[in-house]
């Protein structure tokens, strides 16, 4: 079986896996970055992502007013996050988080050339329990999309770039172990049936999330709803969460899903797979009125999951909802520019052609980088 190897594999090109190629390059690594998807899809879900990210106490938020620190962050997050006494890690990682997040993701990105719209939203402010107490929803520009974008580029022009190897179309199925420790992975290239084995002398697992795969969805949500939309991709079906625990890595906390009240099914869906439902479209997530409750076990806050919105007649109204929330975002950006033809879900809604993302942001307006 053909073999390739590099001092660091990487298993899922989406934005996890090429900032961490990223990183490996910097430091003089060779890589071998893997990934079921064709070139085209590069960047996984972060492609059609918002962009928005939680920040602490940076240089933004104090050129508005916005007095945050570390404690007042950690306070928050300790108010919705319901740790156990077993929740060591997450605890430790929402310490690191809200010490770090100013530097080692704010100016980080700055210093990549990236730029955050010149307001900062205030979301997530809780409705069952107190959530954020101040604005830190930071708004990167040009989307999840601009991201992706950027990132493929520092990886194309980096001056180790000869180290980086991409290898698309490839579905890893297992991982090698040897000697108590994994030396790698295998996998079939779909198109041509050819097994592969890939050997790193450390192996990086980024393959997303399990919510491309609503069976598992079902199964670590209890009380899902009968019918839900998928909003994710098919690769992200959680295969590899099942490799690495069988091979006797820890996996915790699959519960803990973040979904969206407010999807219709999309008129244009981007994956026909008989697995998954049809993508759905995602409209009033910039609400400051979602609260931490909205998770799988929101039930028991008395929080009704998409049916509310799904067959009850109220997509109308969420769209109606969502373009009033987008209203004073007047920085030329269109997020969402669809009229809701029917009052129902189950008819379509005119949406624009890419769906519910702007392909091609807009030329950045002057202030836009003064933060
Ligand atoms: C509409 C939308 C809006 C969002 N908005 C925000 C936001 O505003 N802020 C925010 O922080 N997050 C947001 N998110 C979530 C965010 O996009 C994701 O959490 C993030 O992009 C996940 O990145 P990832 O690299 O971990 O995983 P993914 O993007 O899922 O990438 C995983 C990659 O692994 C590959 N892969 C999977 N299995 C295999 C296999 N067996 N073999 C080979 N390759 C495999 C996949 O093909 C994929 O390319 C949003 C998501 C959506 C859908």
């Known amino acids: 079986?053909?073999?390739?190897?590099?001092?660091?594999?990487?298993?899922?090109?989406?934005?996890?896996?090429l900032v961490a190629a990223h990183e490996c390059l910097d430091n003089g690594r060779s890589v071998t970055l893997v990934d079921r998807h064709d070139e085209n899809r590069v960047g996984g879900l972060a492609r059609t992502a918002f962009g928005g990210m939680a920040l602490v106490g940076t240089a933004l938020q104090k050129r508005l007013g916005i007095r945050d620190t570390p404690e007042i962050a950690l306070s928050d997050w300790l108010s919705f996050a319901?740790?156990?006494?077993?929740d060591e890690w997450p605890r430790r990682w929402a310490e690191y988080y809200v010490e770090q997040s100013g530097e080692r993701v704010f100016d980080w990105l700055r210093d990549k050339g990236l730029r955050f719209m010149p307001a900062v939203n205030w979301v997530e402010r809780g409705d069952f329990v107190p959530?954020?107490?101040?604005?830190?929803?930071?708004?990167?520009?040009?989307?999840?999309l601009g991201l992706v974008d950027r990132f493929i580029g520092?990886?194309?022009?980096?001056?180790?770039?000869?180290?980086?190897?991409?290898?698309?179309?490839?579905?890893?199925?297992?991982?090698?172990?040897?000697?108590?420790?994994?030396?790698?992975?295998?996998?079939?290239?779909?198109?041509?049936?050819e097994t592969r084995e890939f050997r790193g002398g450390v192996t990086i697992v980024?393959?997303?999330?399990?919510?491309?795969?609503?069976?598992?969805?079902?199964?670590?949500?209890?009380?899902?709803?009968?019918?839900?939309?998928?909003?994710?991709?098919?690769?992200?079906?959680?295969?590899?969460h099942d490799v690495v625990e069988r091979h006797g890595g820890v996996v915790t906390h699959l519960e803990n899903m973040w979904n969206y009240a407010a999807g219709i099914p999309h008129p244009q869906p981007h994956f026909d797979s008989p697995r998954t439902e049809p993508d759905?479209?995602?409209?009033?997530?910039?609400?400051?009125?979602?609260?931490?409750?909205?998770?799988?076990?929101?039930?028991?806050?008395g929080v009704r999951y998409p049916r509310d919105v799904q067959t009850?007649?109220?997509a109308r109204e969420a769209v109606e909802l969502a373009a009033a929330q987008l209203a004073h975002c007047r920085q030329g950006i269109r997020y969402l520019r669809f009229r809701a033809q029917?009052?129902?879900?189950?008819?379509?809604?005119?949406?624009?052609?890419?769906?519910n993302v702007v392909r091609q942001p807009p030329s950045r307006p002057a202030d836009a980088g003064r933060e």
């Open 131 to 144: 959530g954020n107490s101040v604005p830190r929803y930071h708004l990167l520009w040009g989307t999840g």
């Open 206 to 240: 980024a393959t997303g999330g399990i919510n491309g795969n609503l069976d598992k969805v079902r199964v670590h949500w209890s009380e899902a709803p009968e019918e839900l939309l998928n909003g994710s991709h098919p690769y992200c079906n959680g295969h590899l």
């Open 1 to 17: 079986m053909p073999s390739q190897s590099s001092d660091v594999l990487i298993i899922g090109a989406g934005i996890a896996g």
């Open 342 to 355: 029917s009052a129902h879900s189950r008819q379509p809604i005119a949406a624009v052609p890419q769906g």
């Open 280 to 301: 759905s479209l995602q409209v009033g997530f910039v609400a400051g009125s979602y609260g931490p409750a909205h998770r799988p076990d929101a039930a028991r806050y």
């Open 154 to 193: 520092l990886l194309a022009e980096h001056k180790n770039r000869d180290k980086l190897r991409y290898v698309f179309n490839c579905r890893v199925d297992d991982l090698i172990t040897e000697d108590g420790r994994v030396a790698g992975c295998r996998g079939e290239i779909e198109p041509t049936g």
């Open 82 to 86: 319901e740790f156990t006494d077993e």
């Open 312 to 314: 009850t007649g109220r």
